[in-house]
């Protein structure tokens, strides 16, 4: 299901990430995407992405999003959301993952929107 407003993508991101549906997840972003999956760290392309995600889909824990701010202009949106994300490492211990995204979507020509930055740790992930 594609996003139809910018506020849907979050929403989408986190239905797909709760329900481990990889393929859900990279259908929210662009070809060439870019994500932080850590701080320091961007990849670019669905290919990259999902092999970043795959790592977090595969704690198999409790995902949430509570979205905070939306700043639009024509056919761009600047998505700022909280997230938190609650799991098992590979070595057995818990594993709790927080953060507050600074995303980029942009409307595709269908009228969909689709993630063109995905930057998870916001500020904090420049540094």
Known sequence: MPAHTPE???ALFAQYFSGEDMDGIISLYEPDAALMPQP???VHGVQAIREALGGFLALKGGFEMQPVKLIQTS???LLYSRWS????GPDGNAIELRGQTS???RRQAD???LLA???PYGGE???
């Open 8 to 10: 849907e993508v979050h």
């Open 40 to 42: 320091g760290t961007i």
């Open 75 to 77: 056919d761009l949106a």
């Open 117 to 119: 930055i995905d930057n």
């Open 111 to 113: 009228g969909t929107w």
């Open 125 to 127: 992930g420049m540094g």
């Open 103 to 105: 995303d980029v979507a």
């Open 85 to 88: 994300l609650k799991g098992t």
